[in-house]
């Protein structure tokens, strides 16, 4: 069995500053992980992927997670926000054939 | 090719009303999916093909009924749907678990808006 939580449900931060959106992970398996990103009325796009290789993950946009077995982490993360990273986040975890199982999801606003 | 394409965009249907949403992709995946998502909420699975062959319905009520002619082609025919069927409806495509590379990475593509009336 295999699950995901999502902190936050919601996150603010201002233009410029660092992103933080948390996802605790449980699973029997040896986990794959990923991060996917929704804008408004968009279909999903993957931001990175963990598939046991490193443990820091690097993404598209700027983004990287941290793959933290002890702690069952995977927080992404960024070093500046930019208006375009408003969106929904969700974090996934696939421990084993074709399911993935979601997390309910994090909405990241970004303030000028 | 890294794109999975759907049509249509939206689509407006009445409860008695019979409708199809397809879906394609020519990144050579051979597992297909079809997922439901509502308002705020992660996408819930609905169906999965794997090397054209329905492997998890996951109990969604015969008013929909899935289809895979090709293993680029997915359909999802829609009839007699109720207001509450109204979401925006995915699809997905992926090797087959485990694969090549031992892990499920599923590409999205951008849904079909669906209001049932």
Not at chain 1, 48 to 76: C, D, M, P, Q, R
Not at chain 1, 79 to 90: L, Q, R
Not at chain 2, 94 to 105: C, D, K, R, T, V
Request: aromatic share 10%; proline share 6%.
């Amino acid at each position: 069995a295999q699950s995901v939580t999502q902190l936050d449900s919601h996150v603010s931060v201002s233009e410029g500053t660092p992103v933080l959106l948390r996802c605790n992970y449980s699973s029997s398996y040896s986990p794959s992980l990923f991060w996917y990103v929704q804008h408004p009325n968009k279909g999903l796009q993957l931001l990175l992927k963990y598939t046991s290789a490193a443990t820091l993950v690097k993404g598209i946009n700027g983004f990287e997670a941290e793959f933290k077995k002890s702690e069952t982490s995977f927080h992404l993360t960024k070093p500046s926000a930019h208006m375009s990273d408003a969106a929904e986040y969700f974090c996934v975890v696939s421990g084993g054939g074709n399911k993935l199982t979601f997390g309910t999801g994090t909405q990241l606003k970004v303030e000028l | 090719d890294t794109e999975v394409t759907q049509t249509p965009k939206h689509l407006v249907m009445g409860m008695t009303n019979k409708k199809s949403l397809k879906c394609e992709q020519h990144m050579g995946h051979r597992a297909m999916y079809w997922y439901k998502q509502k308002a705020k909420k992660p996408p819930e699975l609905m169906f999965v093909y794997s090397y054209e062959k329905l492997s998890i319905n996951e109990s969604v009520p015969s008013r929909f009924s899935p289809e895979c002619p090709n293993s680029s082609l997915l359909n999802l025919h829609l009839h007699a749907l109720q207001p509450e069927d109204s979401a925006l409806y995915l699809c997905a495509s992926s090797q087959p678990f485990p694969g090549l590379a031992g892990y499920n990475e599923q590409f999205f593509g951008p849904g079909t808006r669906l209001t049932v009336l």
